[in-house]
């Protein structure tokens, strides 16, 4: 049974969703997930101009059949931020395959705002929306079984489709447009062609006990907290 | 409420709704084409793509969804609203799902339209972008085509949920507070999709294709509520415009100001007046791309059960009748609905289905008279004709000529072609059901005579041995070297097995 949670902890908003997938599906189950969430989290390239305005560009965006999930979803028309999330997707798989547990984990993708922290101290992260997906993988016996998690799967990921449209729908905090100064406090300015919110991405494996055995931290995007 | 409103935040307002609301419908038509949509991005703004989204605009959606509107805005009491139907090739429809657009009276009067209302709006677009691919429609549109097609229908006014049977479910998409009122997006869609009987449908209105169809009659015309639309048949050429954007293009020119300290954020607007833009129809085609449609029968070996079937749905459904006057009288007062079939549809390719009913192998036919000329029946040269208790069989009226006046009208009814010849219209719908093994009355043979008839059937000549030709000993005696054979190839078979695994 899966239950997602949703809670605030220091106007940080928590949002929790649960999906048990086969092992093949883990990739296009996480990827319709994350590019859902940054499909509504992403806004065209700002341009500044004089007297303190600024244009946005245009997103564009594309449908993704799942070859082994019935399910189709959405996501933003930008292959460099493609490459970004199936990269971390993959590392997130593998991390599954390797660590020997009953295919347990939880994969978060954390939106965050830079503040300038002034010398020696570095700029300090403050998250303002966390989406964590907990994953099960399970193994099935035979394609009769596949074929029905494949519609089930598909169907399960509608419900979190819904419930994430629901969430971002609240219009709960979000940050304030900023200044050119301070751009790339808010945004990743990095890609070329759109602007998603600061965003990282980082997941855990979960033994059979239910504990975190390693508590895997990747940054994936190029702004960290490296002094 | 407006009286609260600056002038510009108004007219900013309106246009956005206004916008927002062709784009909605852009956004349910498109998703229901049957086919993946993607658009790019741009690092730099376009002007004419509203809320900084790659929307198309098919022209003729634009359009529809203007004539809806009739000049009105989305408001309290006045619904947008986009309703999906599923009609198969039989003529039988079904609504699948029906948007809406609605508002209430709560009122947001502390928001920035010209900002959060702009972006919200956006947002809301994407979560629409996002559910489109996740109700049960989708997946039927997907798979469209032969047996089925989508279409889809504008009206503003009272918001019609009946049609979507019972133990419909409803999604929220979204809200966004406006000064003037709340914006919300929902759907409503069907979950029991038990396609119902044409007759049920012979009360509801005409539907407009998601693919360019400008040769569909409407089969339904006598609908006081609904109106028919005027269609302009491709090549067809009215001055050449057939305009998503009627007299006036608006472009939105969005600049967003950063002003500190208040950060106060304003949009410059920028509206080009008097563009009128010329489109060609075969231009739409860009956007289609679905089959043919074929009427085929959806059944797969015996026969399939055929209701009786209005003439009009075939007609309907092929478009060979063309189609309907234009300039026509607008719409009376709401609801006002513009339907309108979308779809390219090559009339040849639809009229060379030959539907022909085949009944399954060894199924008794009855006289020769009765049956295999009206019923077309395989193998009627091997039934046996001994018995001929056609008056004793209430299912069997012989028609008066085999030959339908299209190969498809007579195809789609060649069982009620049977019941023409004067039958009193019923409620009822008489089938000339057989399925395969089915027990026929004319012949004294049921399940079990025919079963143990042929129990043992005598064996193939081609799977017999002459035993005179070959002993056993003979048999044992060539094993060794059939062994040796195999063994010397035994990397073969490995290497073949393993291209297996």
């Not at chain 1, 086969?22 to 004089?50: C, N, P, W």
């Not at chain 1, 933003?76 to 931020?81: A, F, G, P, Q």
């Not at chain 1, 447009?177 to 494996?205: G, H, R, W």
Request: with cysteine; hydrophobic share 35%.
């Amino acid at each position: 049974m899966c239950v997602d949670i949703s809670y605030t902890i220091m106007n940080c908003r928590s949002e929790v969703l649960e999906v048990s997938v086969e092992g093949r599906q883990v990739d296009e189950a996480m990827l319709a997930v994350l590019h859902t969430i940054l499909l509504h989290r992403s806004t065209g390239k700002f341009h500044y101009k004089k007297e303190g305005t600024y244009s946005i560009g245009t997103v564009g965006t594309q449908d993704v059949d799942c070859d082994f999930i019935d399910f189709t979803f959405v996501r933003v028309s930008s292959d460099e931020l493609d490459r970004v999330i199936r990269k971390a997707v993959a590392e997130f798989k593998d991390a599954l395959g390797n660590s020997g547990s009953d295919g347990m984990g939880q994969i978060s993708l954390e939106f965050y705002q830079k503040k300038k922290s002034r010398w020696p101290f570095s700029d300090e992260c403050i998250p303002w929306e966390v989406w964590s997906i907990k994953v099960n993988v399970v193994n099935l016996a035979n394609e009769q079984e596949r074929q029905i998690c494949r519609e089930k799967v598909g169907e399960k990921l509608g419900e979190k489709v819904i419930n994430i449209v629901e969430v971002i729908n609240r219009h709960d905090y979000l940050p304030k447009m900023p200044t050119q100064s301070e751009v790339d406090n808010v945004f990743d300015t990095s890609l070329k062609d759109v602007q998603p919110y600061l965003y990282k991405i980082t997941y855990q494996i979960t033994d059979s006990l239910g504990t975190s055995v390693s508590t895997t931290m990747r940054r994936l995007i190029k702004d960290t907290l490296a002094l | 409420m407006d009286s609260d409103l600056s002038p510009q935040d108004k007219k900013d307002l309106d246009k956005f709704i206004k916008f927002f609301a062709l784009k909605t419908v852009q956004v349910i038509v498109q998703a229901r084409l049957g086919e993946k949509i993607s658009t790019c991005s741009s690092s730099s703004p376009t002007g004419s793509d509203w809320f900084n989204l790659a929307i198309k605009d098919i022209p003729e959606v634009t359009h529809e969804a203007k004539k809806a509107l009739a000049g009105q805005l989305p408001g309290i009491g006045r619904s947008m609203c986009v309703e999906i139907s599923l009609k198969t090739s039989e003529g039988d429809s079904m609504e699948l799902e029906t948007w809406c657009l609605e508002m209430n009276e709560k009122c947001d009067k502390d928001i920035k339209v010209s900002y959060t209302v702009y972006n919200r709006l956006s947002l809301l677009l994407k979560s629409l972008l996002a559910i489109t691919r996740v109700t049960p429609a989708y997946k039927l549109s997907r798979k469209q085509g032969h047996d089925y097609v989508i279409l889809y229908r504008i009206y503003f006014g009272d918001v019609q949920l009946t049609g979507l049977g019972e133990g419909f479910q409803t999604v929220r998409v979204g809200i966004v507070g406006t000064p003037i009122g709340t914006i919300t997006l929902s759907c409503a869609y069907r979950t029991n999709l038990a396609l119902m009987s044409s007759r049920q449908f012979e009360r509801t209105g005409p539907i407009m294709g998601i693919i360019i169809d400008h040769f569909v009659e409407r089969p339904f015309t006598n609908m006081a509520h609904m109106h028919p639309c005027s269609y302009r048949a491709p090549g067809e050429d009215e001055g050449g415009t057939y305009a998503g954007i009627e007299d006036s293009q608006e472009v939105c020119t969005t600049s967003f100001s950063t002003s500190p300290p208040s950060q106060l954020l304003g949009i410059i607007c920028t509206c080009l007046q008097k563009c009128v833009c010329c489109f060609d129809l075969t231009e739409v085609a860009k956007y289609v791309s679905l089959p043919n449609q074929m009427v085929v029968p959806g059944k797969e070996g015996g026969v399939p059960q055929m209701p009786a079937q209005p003439t009009h749905g075939t007609a309907a459904e092929h478009g060979r009748i063309p189609s309907c006057p234009t300039g026509q009288s607008p719409q009376p007062a709401p609801p006002t609905s513009c339907s309108s079939k979308v779809k390219t549809v090559s009339p040849s390719d639809a009229l060379e289905t030959t539907f022909t009913r085949k009944v399954g192998a060894f199924v008794n036919k009855p006289t020769t008279q009765a049956t295999t000329t009206s019923l077309d029946l395989p193998f009627a040269a091997f039934a046996p004709r001994a018995y001929d208790l056609q008056e004793n069989d209430p299912m069997v009226h012989p028609p008066p000529s085999p030959a339908p006046s299209s190969p498809l009208q007579g195809s789609l009814h060649s069982n009620t072609s049977s019941h023409s010849g004067g039958q009193p219209q019923d409620d009822f719908v008489m089938v000339d059901f057989k399925p395969a093994f089915s027990k026929d009355d004319l012949l004294p043979m049921d399940l079990g005579t025919f079963y143990r008839e042929f129990q043992n059937p005598p064996q193939l000549a081609s799977l017999s041995i002459d035993v005179s030709a070959q002993s056993m000993a003979e048999d044992l005696d060539s094993l060794p070297e059939k062994l040796a054979i195999y063994e010397k190839n035994i990397d073969e078979f490995d290497a073949f097995v393993d291209t297996l695994q």
